[in-house]
Every structure is written in structure tokens, then in C-alpha cells.
């Protein structure tokens, strides 16, 4: 008789994967707990067994040679469906095991019994359990044996479990330490480059009388650099108050095509200083529901970023259309992303190889914020790269 699926069946499994032990070699713990089992009970076989979808499989046994069978035909998947111990005395005169292969085939069963080995308190993954060729009945002693080697295998998968999260958790923290650390060193840069910048053409242009031609170009740097420092500060800004208190959305009506138009003009002095052509294709209007300035900051970084990784001589072609969904495209022909790169491209903190090859400013925070804002207007964002092709996101809004 084939035994019913448990009620926690898909948490049950869970658990079981999580705890990561399915083929895995022998060892010498759970050795142990089925040789003890085998001795205690007086039995000529004793196993850990594990129970998943289509099979129990023996992390450890004694006694037989097999490595597993199917879980239509164990003992062991009718005592998984509970936390009490399963012990059939006779099988052959059991209706559930009677013509079960295992008890009229060579290995003859004729006596099991099974103490479930649970998980978080929960759920029954397995058993550790013993089998005679004889009918028979244990103790009380005996079961209480049964049911602490059990408690004994369930801890040792818990310290597994336990022991592989911290070690992730160790790993995440280093991880996060490192990041940490580039990130203030990568602050402190950005705010000391455009800052000597500007402190040094200061100087210059106190100390000495320049024609007008050659202020206004000193000017124009400084302004650069001061606008290159507003952005990071408000980045930091935007990043600080997401963590607080989410970002918090000024909702109206408005022609997406017109606020890329506004953005694209605002930045074209970058991209003329990069010789980078920069094309606006967005004529017809997009209507669509959102927080303008929230885009606004969108839209100029991925704008700045195409331009930054746009070697002079390249394009960027910004074009939107008005279809189900409000929807802008954002083309360069710049360096392109490795593969590797594109499911990190959207952390925080995360700069890819070509930006500290080519000393591309900035702390990694632009596309983490593109993202949130998207996020916060219940829209998307995609991104198709190609290595020394070129790269383009697709930005899109829920209808208004």
C-alpha cells in the first residue's frame, strides 16, 4: 500500500533540500547512529534514511547493500507522515506491507520500525530505523532508544544546516566589509576630484587675470564639477532615505517623451565634451502617471551612463513610443557589459570592470536608484548588452 503524502509535503522537502545532505558520503555521526540503532534493537539492519520525492535514500546503513529504493515501496514513507514511531511487528499479516516486494522478495521483511528524524520541530524528512527477518517487538527501552538516536540525527542535520548558513552568513558579512570599504574610498575620490577641481581654477582665477574667453572656461569646469557633486550627493541622499523610509512619490499627469526631451537637453554639453553623439527621437508625446522629478533623476542617470561608456565618435539614440505601456529606449554603441556583469548591474555599490578601467566616476549607486525609482512606480526596467556593441535599456510605466 502506497502511502499517503504527508500535509506538509512541499515544506517537508524543502527543509530536506535545505538541509543539503541528499548523496552525499558516508560520515562517521550518522555511521554511528545506525550501527547503534542496529545493536540497541537487536536487529540485523539499521539505517538512516531520507525520504524525497521519488525514493528513500540511506545516508547511513548497516546490514543491507542497497543505497536506496523507491518511496512507493518503503516503510519509511508511511512513518514520515507523522512524528510518532512506526513499528510493524509482522509485515506479511500488515495490510500495508503484506505484498510489498521488499517483504515476498529476497530481503525478506518482516519486522520494521521507524522513529522520524524532524526539522525544525516540524517536519519529518526521514527516519532512523531498524528491520529484522523475523517478526518481532521492541521494548520500551528499545523505543526510547529509537526515538533519542532519532533526536540525535535530526540535531546533527540541524548543525549541517546551521553551520553552512553561517559560513554563508561569515562570507556575506566580508563580503558586505569589502564593499564598505571600496565604497568610502570611492566617496571620499568623488568628492575630492570635482573639490580640488574647483578649489584649483578658484585659485587661478584670483590669483590671476585671465581674458574672458579663458574665465568662461574656467567657469564651465567648475560648473561641471559642481554639478557632478550635487548628483552624488543627492545619490547619497536618495540611497540614505530609501533605507529609512522608502522613496515617497509626487504623482501626476505627464508626457514621458517631453521630460526625455528636457533630459537628454541638459545633458548634450556632456556629450559634446565626450564627442559622443547624443540623438533625441522622442517627438510624439507618451502620456503616463508618474513623479517627474523621480524620472527626471532616472533618465539622466542612465543618460550620463551611456555617455560615460561611449568612447567619442559613438551615438546614444533615445527613443520612446506611446504602445500598452508607456515605454522609452536608451541606445549607445559604448563598451557593452560582459554577461557575468548584467545580474549585478542593479546592486548597490556594484561598478563593473570597464568603470575602474576607464575611471569612470561615480560609487555604483546610479542603476540601483534607476531601478528603485521604476520600482516605485510599479514599472520596469531591461537591460540587452553586448561586449563591445553596445547596450540598451528598456523603461517602461503602467498606463495612466
Known amino acids: 500500500m502506497k502511502a499517503p503524502l504527508p500535509d506538509d509535503e512541499a515544506a517537508r522537502l524543502a527543509a530536506?533540500?535545505?538541509?543539503?545532505?541528499?548523496?552525499?558520503?558516508?560520515?562517521?555521526?550518522?555511521?554511528?547512529?545506525?550501527?547503534?540503532?542496529?545493536?540497541?534493537?537487536?536487529?540485523?539492519?539499521?539505517?538512516?534514511?531520507?525520504?524525497?520525492e521519488n525514493r528513500q535514500w540511506f545516508k547511513a546503513k548497516v546490514g543491507i547493500d542497497i543505497d536506496e529504493t523507491h518511496r512507493d515501496i518503503s516503510f519509511c514513507g508511511h512513518a514520515v507522515r507523522?512524528?510518532?514511531?512506526?513499528?510493524?511487528?509482522?509485515?506479511?499479516?500488515?495490510?500495508?506491507?503484506?505484498?510489498?516486494?521488499?517483504?515476498?522478495?529476497?530481503?525478506?521483511?518482516?519486522?520494521?520500525?521507524?522513529?522520524?528524524?524532524v526539522l525544525d520541530?516540524?517536519?519529518?524528512?526521514?527516519?532512523?530505523?531498524?528491520?529484522?527477518?523475523?517478526?518481532?517487538?521492541?521494548?520500551?527501552?528499545?523505543?526510547?532508544a529509537l526515538r533519542s538516536l532519532a533526536r540525535h540525527a535530526s540535531v546533527q542535520l540541524e548543525l549541517r544546516r546551521y553551520a553552512r548558513h553561517a559560513g554563508e552568513i561569515a562570507d556575506r558579512l566580508r563580503q558586505l566589509d569589502r564593499m564598505k570599504d571600496s565604497f568610502l574610498a570611492t566617496v571620499s575620490?568623488?568628492?575630492?576630484?570635482?573639490l580640488s577641481s574647483i578649489r584649483g581654477y578658484l585659485e587661478m582665477?584670483?590669483?590671476?587675470?585671465?581674458?574672458?574667453?579663458?574665465?568662461q572656461r574656467f567657469l564651465g569646469v567648475m560648473q561641471r564639477n559642481s554639478d557632478r557633486l550635487l548628483r552624488l550627493i543627492d545619490d547619497l541622499l536618495t540611497v540614505a532615505r530609501l533605507?529609512?523610509?522608502?522613496?515617497?512619490?509626487?504623482?501626476?499627469?505627464?508626457?514621458?517623451?517631453?521630460?526625455?526631451?528636457?533630459?537628454?537637453?541638459?545633458?548634450?554639453?556632456?556629450?559634446?565634451?565626450?564627442?559622443?553623439?547624443?540623438?533625441?527621437?522622442?517627438?510624439?508625446?507618451?502620456?503616463?502617471?508618474?513623479?517627474?522629478?523621480r524620472l527626471q533623476q532616472a533618465l539622466n542617470h542612465l543618460i550620463v551612463n551611456a555617455i560615460k561608456f561611449t568612447a567619442p565618435g559613438g551615438e546614444i539614440m533615445v527613443t520612446s513610443t506611446a504602445g500598452a505601456e508607456p515605454e522609452l529606449l536608451i541606445?549607445?554603441?559604448g563598451v557593452g557589459i560582459p554577461a557575468n556583469e548584467l545580474p549585478h548591474v542593479f546592486d548597490r555599490f556594484f561598478r563593473s570592470a570597464a568603470a575602474d578601467t576607464m575611471a569612470a566616476p561615480g560609487p555604483g549607486l546610479g542603476l540601483a536608484i534607476v531601478r528603485s525609482i521604476l520600482d516605485a512606480h510599479h514599472g520596469s526596467i531591461h537591460l540587452e548588452s553586448e561586449p563591445g556593441t553596445g547596450t540598451t535599456v528598456r523603461l517602461t510605466l503602467p498606463h495612466p
Open 121 to 144: 520541530g516540524t517536519h519529518s524528512v526521514g527516519t532512523v530505523c531498524v528491520i529484522d527477518n523475523r517478526p518481532r517487538e521492541l521494548t520500551a527501552a528499545q523505543r526510547r
Open 16 to 52: 530536506l533540500r535545505d538541509a543539503q545532505v541528499l548523496d552525499t558520503l558516508p560520515e562517521e555521526d550518522f555511521d554511528d547512529i545506525a550501527l547503534l540503532a542496529s545493536e540497541i534493537c537487536g536487529t540485523p539492519m539499521g539505517l538512516v534514511s531520507l525520504v524525497d
Open 189 to 194: 575620490h568623488e568628492l575630492r576630484t570635482p
Open 243 to 293: 533605507n529609512d523610509v522608502g522613496m515617497e512619490l509626487e504623482l501626476a499627469e505627464l508626457d514621458l517623451a517631453e521630460l526625455a526631451h528636457q533630459v537628454t537637453a541638459s545633458c548634450r554639453p556632456l556629450a559634446e565634451h565626450r564627442e559622443v553623439k547624443l540623438r533625441d527621437r522622442t517627438s510624439c508625446p507618451v502620456p503616463a502617471r508618474g513623479d517627474a522629478k
Open 331 to 333: 541606445t549607445d554603441t
Open 82 to 117: 507523522g512524528h510518532e514511531l512506526l513499528e510493524v511487528r509482522d509485515a506479511t499479516i500488515d495490510p500495508r506491507f503484506s505484498d510489498n516486494p521488499m517483504v515476498l522478495g529476497d530481503t525478506s521483511i518482516r519486522f520494521y520500525a521507524g522513529a522520524p528524524v
Open 205 to 215: 582665477l584670483l590669483e590671476d587675470e585671465f581674458d574672458a574667453e579663458t574665465s
